[in-house]
């Protein structure tokens, strides 16, 4: 199973209302990133937040981190149309020998104009 | 700067064949990691290269194989392709290891199709 699950797997909105995605992962690490991916696009770094980190902002994104809780959440505030898009948390973690980073299922956000 | 290249975008192959897929990374980065897109798994990742280096892999078949050049450069081979091999694979840079913190910058992908 994934290392990394979002939580919805959709979610509809209408356009200026603000938007969560939940993000929780199995094993400790050592940063939690955010990305976005447009239909059949490369996907684009959004924020990227380390384990010692609370809560980071960027523009309209904020993104908190519970490490008791092994959990993420993504909020958009003010949500636009072009917002519309999967967005993924990508966990950093150790496995057999290996560091490795791996994306969640993502999660299919639709603004509504 | 150029961003990250893949080539080529669309391709369509038939079962048992081979493909090579290229990634030219962003200028002056070292990294160069290699996922599966497929609507039921998500993004899986393959591999990752770091000077020249395989430094990570995933839980794939030995069908999948990489390298990287001197210059960044990767590519990427599957060979005796199965229908489930159809997906869009993508490739990220980075200036240092991915498990690093690095920020991770995408390509557009190239869409495999296998009949």
């Known amino acids: 199973s994934q290392q990394g699950e979002e939580d919805p797997q959709a979610l509809s909105i209408q356009e200026g209302e603000n938007a969560t995605m939940n993000c929780s992962y199995k094993?400790?690490?050592?940063?939690l990133q955010w990305y976005r991916q447009n239909s059949g696009r490369g996907l684009v770094h959004l924020i990227l937040?380390?384990?010692?980190?609370r809560e980071k902002h960027s523009g309209r994104l904020r993104v908190t981190l519970d490490t008791s809780k092994k959990s993420s959440s993504l909020l958009i505030t003010a949500s636009r149309a072009a917002d519309t898009a999967s967005y993924f948390c990508?966990?950093?973690?150790?496995?057999?020998?290996?560091?490795?980073?791996?994306f969640g299922i993502g999660t299919k956000l639709q603004v509504i104009p | 700067k150029a961003g990250v290249t893949q080539t080529p975008r669309y391709l369509i192959k038939t079962r048992g064949q081979q493909v090579t897929l290229s990634c030219s990374p962003i200028?002056?980065?070292?990294?160069v990691s290699w996922y599966q897109q497929t609507p039921g798994q998500g993004l899986q990742f393959l591999f990752e290269y770091f000077s020249e280096t395989q430094r990570n892999k995933g839980n794939f078949p030995g069908r999948f194989s990489g390298r990287q050049f001197s210059n960044s450069r990767s590519e990427m081979n599957v060979s005796t392709l199965e229908l489930g091999d159809s997906a869009l694979y993508l490739c990220?840079?980075?200036?240092?290891?991915?498990?690093?913190?690095?920020?991770?910058?995408f390509g557009e992908g190239s869409w495999l199709t296998v009949v």
């Open positions: 990508a966990t950093d973690f150790h496995s057999g020998g290996y560091q490795k980073v791996t």
């Open positions: 990220a840079s980075s200036q240092g290891q991915t498990s690093s913190g690095n920020t991770i910058y």
């Open positions: 094993t400790s690490i050592n940063n």
């Open positions: 200028s002056g980065h070292r990294s």
């Open positions: 937040i380390r384990s010692n980190e």
